[in-house]
């Protein structure tokens, strides 16, 4: 089992159609590969984990890697795991565009309070904690 997690710039362009088609189709493909993870978005940067087999981890991550609507892509963990730490979220998202800023940085808390590594904990935390 793996997690990779990494943040992302997506492209000025990027319409609140593309979000939501990015966000269902996250879905469906995690769903049916057996992925689990959290995704948080500022409005112009992404932040993600994915964990699962590390087959379908890489098969994610390529397609994640050739999607346009993104660049500036930085990965921070990249490595294998004893066990996940998002349970059975096929994805979890929050947008700070769908809610105001302190309620996405309370709704980022939340989910990751359960969350026993500390760095991709902190992670999440202060990605929020920098929401305009």
Known sequence: MKR????SRGRN???PFDREDILQCSLRNNHRDGITGLLVCDGSRFLQALE?????????WSRISRD???YDTVVFENAAIER???GNWALNCHSQLMVDVSQFRSLV????AGVSD??????FIGFAALAR
């Open 4 to 7: 990779i997690c990494y943040m």
């Open 13 to 15: 362009t990027l319409s």
């Open 52 to 60: 699962g087999e590390d087959w379908c981890i890489d098969d994610c």
């Open 68 to 70: 346009d609507r993104q």
């Open 84 to 86: 996940r730490e998002f």
């Open 109 to 112: 808390i939340r989910d990751v």
């Open 118 to 123: 500390p760095k991709l904990k902190a992670m």
